[in-house]
């Protein structure tokens, strides 16, 4: 993030702060998922994790809301969706494999929000956004030769078996 941020102090924002503690609160949640995710179902971390989301995003929210147009409806549902089944994904890899392991392909969406930027707003891709881009591939490819085949174990713990959301005690 602070690659992307381009660190420096002579233009410094208030939303850096903003993005620099997203960032904490991201390696807190991804910590809390995988802590749940050897004793609780997938749908109840991800019921919680919204419920959470969603109590803390009010507060914010409450004094800039404005009514949603309703053409914009398909788009919210859409970003719903799209937020519930990378909610469900997430928990289900931190629950088979490490963070260390899967932390890399998290930061593949740097990736994916840059190009899509650079697509649908004209957003200008410079040397710094494809540095960032390598080492964020390089340490995903690392991520995988290091983990030795580890994630393509995860069938060896019940990855696609009856039974696959429910907590191991159950």
């Not at 991800?46 to 053409?71: E, N, Q, S």
């Not at 030795?148 to 191991?168: E, I, K, M, Q, Y």
Request: proline share 6%; hydrophobic share 50%; aromatic share 12%.
């Amino acid at each position: 993030v602070a690659w992307i941020l381009r660190p420096g102090l002579a233009g410094w924002e208030s939303g850096y702060g903003y993005a620099l503690g997203s960032v904490g609160c991201w390696a807190l949640v991804n910590v809390a998922i995988k802590s749940l995710s050897g004793s609780e179902p997938p749908m109840t971390i991800v019921f919680a994790m919204f419920l959470v989301m969603t109590l803390f995003a009010l507060p914010g929210a409450a004094h800039v809301w404005r009514p949603i147009d309703p053409t914009c409806w398909p788009l919210v549902a859409g970003l719903g969706l799209s937020a519930f089944l990378w909610q469900v994904c997430i928990t289900f890899a931190y629950r088979y494999g490490s963070i260390s392991d899967i932390q890399p392909f998290e930061y593949s969406r740097l990736v994916f929000s840059s190009g899509i930027a650079a697509l649908l707003f004209a957003e200008p891709v410079d040397a710094r956004i494809l540095v960032g881009t390598a080492i964020i591939l390089a340490s995903g490819f690392v991520g995988i030769k290091r983990s030795g085949g580890a994630v393509a174990d995860a069938s060896a713990n019940g990855c696609g078996r009856p039974g696959l959301g429910r907590s191991p005690a159950a």
